[in-house]
């Protein structure tokens, strides 16, 4: 049986920690094992870490590791590295809720011996009939598509424990493990049945925030490991709207996303290429919390 740590960096995450803890302990298992459940909070100044130590009261596969000082996810997820023991890791974000059968389907690929990673699907909750919703909703359809083709990960991701740290400036976590784990010769697997609720921004000045580090984020990767993930392919991304089935007021709004994550990779590659800003301690994009 398949033994699973699960890792949690949260940063005032105090409006959905509990929920996504009470998904975690609840989950439908049969073929694999959760032998722990670590939150790595980094300078929480809100109720997380008290939720998440009266988890760990009830129970015990719960651990929370505080950091005094906020100092990057990256630096959090080297901190669940360090103190994971499983033989497979599993990293979601703090703002995500999983369907009860999430876990086991996303780890059941590791029962062959090539798999090194694999990567669930992030559905939005957001109102798809308003222009920031259609956008919200339209990224991660995307990203859907090209990984059905050439996988690419986010939100919700597990690998076999071979990646002992990353740098502490990256801004893409999920995408620089990625490479390291086709570096070391595995196959990673998309796990489009693994589905992982999120929120997407519902401001434009969020979207733009979000989309903007993100791309600065994978700028720095492709520079310092030569790596691009699949999204980050115009022609990809093309290729995958031509098969959405889109309504005139749809279609209009797709080129309002566009021109937004247009201007969000222009201003990506300035922070990047001029700035030399890294993104690591991220603004918080406040909207992508409020799940009410």
Same mark, same amino acid.
């Given at each position: ?39 790595? *909070? ?13 988890? *760990? ?24 590295? +360090? ?98 784990? +086709? ?49 980050? *392919? ?13 309504s005139s007021k749809e279609m209009l709004y797709l080129i309002g996303a566009a021109t937004l994550e247009g ?25 992508? +919390?409020?799940?009410?």
């Open positions: 049986m398949i033994s699973v740590s699960v890792g949690i960096c949260a940063y005032n995450e105090e409006k959905n920690i509990g929920n996504l803890l009470e998904a975690l302990v609840n989950q439908k298992i049969e073929k694999i094992k959760i032998d722990e459940i670590i939150v790595v *909070s980094s300078g929480s100044t809100d109720r997380t870490n008290e939720i998440v130590e009266g988890y *760990s009261e009830r129970d015990n596969r719960i651990m929370l590791i505080t950091q005094p000082q906020r100092e990057g996810k990256a630096h959090a997820v080297n901190e669940f590295l +360090k103190s994971a023991n499983s033989e497979i890791l599993i990293l979601e974000s703090a703002d995500t809720i999983p369907c009860e059968d999430t876990i086991e389907k996303l780890c059941l690929p590791f029962y062959d011996e090539k798999v090194g990673m694999t990567g669930g699907r992030p559905l939005p909750i957001n109102d798809k009939s308003t222009f920031i919703g259609f956008a919200g909703h339209l990224i991660w359809e995307l990203h859907h598509k090209i990984s059905s083709i050439s996988p690419k990960f986010g939100e919700l991701i597990a690998f076999r424990d071979v990646i002992k740290e990353i740098p502490k400036n990256t801004a893409v976590d999920e995408a620089w493990i990625e490479a390291l784990i +086709k570096k070391k010769g595995y196959n990673v697997v998309y796990v489009p049945d693994a589905v992982v609720y999120n929120k997407a921004p519902e401001t434009i000045r969020d979207f733009i925030k979000q989309r903007r580090r993100i791309y600065a984020g994978h700028l720095y990767l492709k520079n310092k490991l030569g790596y691009s993930v699949s999204t980050m *392919s115009i022609r990809e991304i093309i290729r995958a709207i031509k098969y959405l089935n889109l201007t969000s990779r222009v201003l990506g590659w300035f922070d990047h290429h001029i700035l030399k800003k890294d993104h690591a301690i991220w603004d918080i994009a406040e909207s992508t +919390k409020n799940w009410g």
